[in-house]
């Protein structure tokens, strides 16, 4: 059975930074895609930036120049840097893997940004 692991999440001050990570245990094999959503209270899940194997990535207009993905192949890990982090950030950041068709969440892991 596949788990998406997720660690680093926390309190920060407004301007602070944190960096997510996202292990994927158990049998999966060929990755296409690993990327992050994220849910703020009383609002929709909405992607945050995701990288496909190529080294492609996508990022939301919101978290464009602060926030940077990044991935370990080897490992079936995925990184969120995110700098200059605002009010605005905070929610629960959930890591996604899609791999043979099939799509795997991690449980979140929740960002507080204080002002």
């Known amino acids: 059975q596949v788990q998406l692991v997720e660690s680093g999440g926390g309190l920060v001050q407004a301007g602070g930074s944190l960096r997510l990570s996202c292990t994927a245990s158990?049998?999966?094999?060929?990755?296409?895609?690993m990327g992050w959503f994220r849910q703020a209270p009383g609002k929709q899940r909405e992607l945050v930036a995701v990288m496909t194997t190529g080294g492609n990535t996508y990022a939301a207009d919101a978290t464009k120049g602060r926030f940077t993905i990044s991935r370990d192949n080897v490992k079936n890990t995925v990184f969120l840097q995110a700098n200059s982090l605002k009010p605005e950030d905070t929610a629960v950041y959930y890591c996604h893997f899609a791999a043979l068709g099939k799509t795997y969440w991690g449980q979140g892991t929740q960002v507080t940004v204080s002002s």
């Open positions: 158990g049998s999966i094999f060929n990755i296409n895609t």
